[in-house]
Protein backbone atom coordinates (compact mmCIF):
# COMPACT_ATOMS: atom_id res chain seq x y z
CA UNK A 1 0.00 0.00 0.00
CA UNK A 2 1.44 3.29 -0.79
CA UNK A 3 1.69 6.23 1.55
CA UNK A 4 -0.61 8.21 0.29
CA UNK A 5 -3.04 5.31 0.10
CA UNK A 6 -2.40 5.23 3.71
CA UNK A 7 -2.65 7.90 4.79
CA UNK A 8 -6.31 8.56 3.43
CA UNK A 9 -7.28 5.19 4.94
CA UNK A 10 -6.60 6.49 8.39
CA UNK A 11 -7.86 9.85 7.77
CA UNK A 12 -11.40 7.71 7.40
CA UNK A 13 -11.15 6.00 10.59
CA UNK A 14 -13.42 7.74 13.59
CA UNK A 15 -11.53 9.25 16.26
CA UNK A 16 -10.15 7.98 19.22
CA UNK A 17 -12.71 8.31 21.65
CA UNK A 18 -10.01 9.68 24.55
CA UNK A 19 -8.72 11.98 22.10
CA UNK A 20 -12.45 13.02 20.71
CA UNK A 21 -13.69 13.65 24.60
CA UNK A 22 -10.52 15.68 25.46
CA UNK A 23 -10.46 17.84 22.30
CA UNK A 24 -14.11 18.52 23.06
CA UNK A 25 -13.28 19.41 27.09
CA UNK A 26 -10.48 21.70 25.87
CA UNK A 27 -12.75 23.46 23.21
CA UNK A 28 -15.52 23.65 26.10
CA UNK A 29 -13.43 24.82 28.52
CA UNK A 30 -12.38 28.04 26.34
CA UNK A 31 -15.32 28.64 24.98
CA UNK A 32 -16.61 29.16 29.15
CA UNK A 33 -13.39 31.69 29.97
CA UNK A 34 -13.18 33.19 26.70
CA UNK A 35 -17.07 33.97 25.96
CA UNK A 36 -19.76 33.00 29.10
CA UNK A 37 -17.43 34.18 31.76
CA UNK A 38 -16.66 37.48 30.30
CA UNK A 39 -20.14 38.28 28.98
CA UNK A 40 -22.02 37.07 32.42
CA UNK A 41 -19.16 39.49 34.23
CA UNK A 42 -20.33 42.62 31.95
CA UNK A 43 -23.65 41.93 32.96
CA UNK A 44 -23.67 41.80 36.76
CA UNK A 45 -21.12 44.83 36.92
CA UNK A 46 -23.41 46.91 34.02
CA UNK A 47 -26.96 46.36 36.28
CA UNK A 48 -25.23 47.31 39.05
CA UNK A 49 -24.27 50.46 37.90
CA UNK A 50 -27.63 50.87 36.27
CA UNK A 51 -29.03 50.35 39.91
CA UNK A 52 -27.04 52.25 41.74
CA UNK A 53 -26.86 55.08 39.23
CA UNK A 54 -30.47 54.94 39.80
CA UNK A 55 -30.68 54.83 35.83
CA UNK A 56 -32.21 51.38 36.13
CA UNK A 57 -35.71 53.24 37.57
CA UNK A 58 -35.81 55.44 34.95
CA UNK A 59 -35.36 53.15 32.21
CA UNK A 60 -38.35 51.25 34.47
CA UNK A 61 -40.29 54.54 34.48
CA UNK A 62 -39.89 55.41 30.52
CA UNK A 63 -40.60 51.81 29.32
CA UNK A 64 -43.57 50.79 31.96
CA UNK A 65 -45.91 51.20 29.75
CA UNK A 66 -44.38 49.40 26.68
CA UNK A 67 -43.24 46.42 29.16
CA UNK A 68 -46.38 46.64 31.04
CA UNK A 69 -48.63 45.10 27.55
CA UNK A 70 -46.44 41.86 28.62
CA UNK A 71 -46.98 41.84 32.74
CA UNK A 72 -43.47 43.10 33.23
CA UNK A 73 -41.93 46.25 34.76
CA UNK A 74 -40.33 48.79 33.03
CA UNK A 75 -36.97 47.41 34.28
CA UNK A 76 -36.93 44.13 32.04
CA UNK A 77 -36.57 46.08 28.97
CA UNK A 78 -32.75 45.69 29.94
CA UNK A 79 -32.31 42.73 30.04
CA UNK A 80 -34.46 41.91 26.77
CA UNK A 81 -32.53 44.67 25.29
CA UNK A 82 -29.14 42.94 26.40
CA UNK A 83 -30.10 39.92 24.78
CA UNK A 84 -29.80 40.81 21.74
CA UNK A 85 -25.75 41.50 22.03
CA UNK A 86 -25.35 38.88 24.50
CA UNK A 87 -27.19 35.54 25.32
CA UNK A 88 -25.33 35.26 28.42
CA UNK A 89 -25.83 38.85 29.09
CA UNK A 90 -29.75 38.83 28.72
CA UNK A 91 -29.83 36.09 31.40
CA UNK A 92 -27.65 37.06 34.08
CA UNK A 93 -29.16 40.60 34.13
CA UNK A 94 -32.47 38.89 34.13
CA UNK A 95 -31.06 37.24 36.63
CA UNK A 96 -29.62 40.04 38.75
CA UNK A 97 -33.00 41.88 38.49
CA UNK A 98 -34.54 39.02 40.13
CA UNK A 99 -32.08 39.03 43.14
CA UNK A 100 -33.00 42.82 43.49
CA UNK A 101 -36.51 41.58 43.54
CA UNK A 102 -37.63 44.11 40.72
CA UNK A 103 -38.69 40.69 38.82
CA UNK A 104 -40.74 37.69 40.37
CA UNK A 105 -40.30 33.99 39.40
CA UNK A 106 -42.94 33.97 36.79
CA UNK A 107 -41.45 37.32 35.17
CA UNK A 108 -37.88 35.80 34.58
CA UNK A 109 -39.91 32.88 33.32
CA UNK A 110 -41.42 34.61 30.42
CA UNK A 111 -38.56 36.65 29.90
CA UNK A 112 -36.32 32.94 29.34
CA UNK A 113 -37.80 32.17 25.69
CA UNK A 114 -37.37 36.08 24.20
CA UNK A 115 -33.61 36.00 25.58
CA UNK A 116 -33.26 32.09 23.49
CA UNK A 117 -34.73 33.04 20.47
CA UNK A 118 -32.87 36.57 20.20
CA UNK A 119 -29.73 35.96 22.40
CA UNK A 120 -26.78 36.95 20.66
CA UNK A 121 -28.60 38.42 17.81
CA UNK A 122 -25.52 41.17 16.55
CA UNK A 123 -22.59 39.20 18.01
CA UNK A 124 -23.05 35.37 17.26
CA UNK A 125 -25.99 35.63 14.26
CA UNK A 126 -24.56 37.63 12.34
CA UNK A 127 -21.27 36.61 12.34
CA UNK A 128 -21.24 33.22 12.60
CA UNK A 129 -24.97 32.30 10.59
CA UNK A 130 -25.74 34.83 8.16
CA UNK A 131 -21.95 35.72 7.44
CA UNK A 132 -20.91 32.34 5.87
CA UNK A 133 -24.34 31.53 4.25
CA UNK A 134 -24.05 33.82 1.29
CA UNK A 135 -27.35 36.00 2.67
CA UNK A 136 -27.10 39.41 0.84
CA UNK A 137 -26.18 41.91 3.92
CA UNK A 138 -29.27 43.65 2.05
CA UNK A 139 -31.69 40.77 3.68
CA UNK A 140 -30.34 40.41 7.09
CA UNK A 141 -32.94 43.15 8.30
CA UNK A 142 -35.54 40.72 7.32
CA UNK A 143 -33.51 37.63 9.63
CA UNK A 144 -33.65 40.33 12.57
CA UNK A 145 -37.21 41.24 11.89
CA UNK A 146 -38.36 37.41 12.05
CA UNK A 147 -35.86 37.25 15.44
CA UNK A 148 -37.60 40.12 16.90
CA UNK A 149 -41.48 38.96 15.93
CA UNK A 150 -40.69 35.69 17.14
CA UNK A 151 -39.18 37.18 20.66
CA UNK A 152 -42.52 39.25 21.23
CA UNK A 153 -44.65 36.63 20.79
CA UNK A 154 -43.13 34.12 22.92
CA UNK A 155 -43.76 36.88 25.77
CA UNK A 156 -47.40 36.93 24.45
CA UNK A 157 -47.32 32.91 24.65
CA UNK A 158 -45.70 32.90 28.37
CA UNK A 159 -47.95 35.03 29.74
CA UNK A 160 -51.35 33.18 28.39
CA UNK A 161 -49.04 30.18 29.60
CA UNK A 162 -48.11 31.22 33.14
CA UNK A 163 -52.29 32.45 33.27
CA UNK A 164 -53.45 29.45 32.57
CA UNK A 165 -50.73 27.28 34.75
Do not use: H
Not at 49 to 62: C, H, Q, R
Not at 85 to 103: K, P, R, V
Not at 113 to 130: D, E, H, K, N, Q
Amino acid sequence: MSEGTKQAVEKQRPPNPMTAFINGAKKGTNLVFQVVIPNVIFAMVFMKLLTISGIIDLVGWICSPIMGIFGLPGEAAMPLVLSFATFFGGLTSTAALGAEGILTGDQILMMLPFTLLVGSTFAMYTGRILGVTGIATKDYKICYLTTVITGILSLFVMRILLSII
